[in-house]
C-alpha cells in the first residue's frame, strides 16, 4: 500500500504542486515503511532511482504522517504546524507538496 503512495507521488509534485522542470523534491520516511525515495521532474515527474544529496525541498515525516498525509487522514496545515511532518529547503515549495498530498479524490 505505501508503494502505491509513493508512485502517486510524482503526480502530487509534478501535476498537484506544479513544481518546475528540474526540480528534486526528496521525501525521507522514517520507522515504518522506513524509506527515503526521492521525485524529480523533467518534462514529467518520476521517481527517482537514487535520492540526490542535493534536494530544491525535503519533506520528513514517520510512516504514519505520511500514509494519513497521502489518504487526506489528517490536515496538512495541523501536521505541519505540530511538526509531525517537517520541510526543508525551499520552503513553499516543500509546504505546497505537503498541502497537496492527498491523491484520493
Known amino acids: 500500500?505505501?508503494?502505491?503512495?509513493i508512485t502517486t507521488m510524482p503526480y502530487v509534485v509534478g501535476k498537484k504542486a506544479g513544481a518546475p522542470d528540474g526540480t528534486v523534491v526528496a521525501f525521507d520516511i522514517s520507522?515504518?515503511?522506513g524509506r527515503?525515495?526521492?521525485v524529480?521532474?523533467?518534462?514529467r515527474a518520476k521517481v527517482l532511482d537514487d535520492v540526490p544529496d542535493e534536494a530544491?525541498?525535503?519533506i520528513i515525516a514517520d510512516g504514519m504522517t505520511f500514509v494519513c498525509l497521502a489518504t487526506g487522514r489528517v490536515d496538512p496545515a495541523v501536521a505541519l504546524a505540530d511538526n509531525s511532518v517537517r520541510?526543508?529547503?525551499?520552503?513553499?515549495?516543500?509546504?505546497h507538496v505537503v498541502e497537496s498530498m492527498n491523491f484520493l479524490f
Open 87 to 95: 520541510v526543508e529547503g525551499d520552503e513553499g515549495l516543500a509546504r
Open 1 to 5: 500500500a505505501v508503494e502505491r503512495m
Open 31 to 33: 520507522g515504518p515503511p
Open 36 to 38: 527515503a525515495f526521492a
Open 56 to 58: 530544491a525541498a525535503r
Open 40 to 43: 524529480g521532474v523533467a518534462g
